[in-house]
């Protein structure tokens, strides 16, 4: 415990002596981490879209304007049939899509009116039970087959193309974040080793002395991990006013146009990990620079 405090107290002198190039390597850090810390954000709520999109999955099914009673009929009771892969219907006749069509386009439901005849197709939403995909598709293959049916569209394809980007984002992150953080390492390692040259003579006398190793070289690992914590908190600092200051004018309005029902900063463990991540990093520096004296 002695060693612990003795080698802190010299790690704030240290860095005290030398706050210009220890700033060099906090800022480091601080980019690194921001950087990495940013990709989390949108992968974390790239995540949870998935997942809402998933739980409020629909298919569209579209009628054939000749479609009979009969065949109409005929679907229902397939729609009825499948309990375990959807939770709801709602049939829309031709007259319910314009209406819809005119709401939801306004700008656009004078072009309906000088058609003459309603072009959109009657058409029945199912909504689909998340985690069912084995029973969507047998449903899927069975409602394409039915007479009557003109089209079916299923959101899987949106959701595939999402789980796609989600993997591009979170390894481009993950790539960059690495790069940075080994560059922030060897910063913290080279500003370690500047202090340790410095002190090279009273660090002689120690070893002359009989001086154990942890105190000779504990204050240049604390050094670097005190860095490494201070670089994480500006990180996220500089995180959390970037995402209050993009949230209100730019996110909220986004994440409205995707359905998503908020977008949401790190989560605390995320938060924490962070935090760990660059003391682990500058620790790690620290060592780099103690071991190169032998």
């Given amino acids: 415990m002695r060693a612990l405090r003795y080698s802190f107290d010299e790690a704030v002198l240290s860095l005290w002596r030398g706050r210009q190039s220890g700033a060099l390597s906090t800022a480091t850090i601080a980019v690194a981490l921001f950087v990495l810390g940013a990709f989390l954000i949108a992968t974390s709520n790239l995540e949870r879209l998935a997942r809402e999109w998933n739980n409020s999955a629909e298919m569209s099914i579209y009628l054939s304007d000749a479609i009979t009673p009969v065949q109409r009929t005929a679907i229902e009771r397939t729609l009825n049939s499948a309990t375990t892969a959807i939770v709801g219907q709602r049939y829309l006749s031709k007259a319910d899509a314009v209406a819809r069509f005119k709401k ?7 072009t309906l009116d000088g058609l003459g005849e309603n072009p959109l197709p009657a058409s029945y939403e199912v909504q689909l039970r998340g985690g069912a995909d084995a029973g969507v598709d047998l449903l899927l293959a069975e409602i394409r087959q039915l007479p009557g049916v003109a089209d079916v569209r299923y959101d899987r394809e949106w959701l595939q193309r999402l789980s796609k980007a989600i993997g591009v984002v979170r390894g481009v992150g993950l790539a960059l974040g690495l790069l940075l953080t080994v560059a922030a390492a060897l910063t913290v390692a080279n500003v370690v080793r500047l202090g ?4 090279r003579d009273e660090l002689d006398i120690m070893q002359l002395v009989g001086a154990p190793q942890l105190y000779i070289r504990g204050p240049f690992v604390m050094e670097g991990t005190l860095q490494g914590g201070l670089g994480a908190l500006v990180a996220v600092g500089v995180l959390g006013i970037v995402f209050l200051g993009l949230k209100g004018r730019y996110l909220v309005p986004l994440a409205s146009a995707i359905n998503l029902s908020s977008v949401s900063f790190l989560p605390l ?3 924490l990990l962070l935090v760990a991540g660059g003391m682990l990093v500058g620790c790690l520096g620290g ?8």
Avoid: Y
């Avoid at 340790?196 to 002190?199: D, E, F, I, S, V």
């Fill in 104 to 110: 939801t386009f306004a700008e656009l439901s004078g």
């Fill in 196 to 199: 340790l040259h410095a002190r």
């Fill in 269 to 271: 463990e995320l938060v």
């Fill in 287 to 294: 060592i780099i620079a103690a071991s190169a004296r032998s």
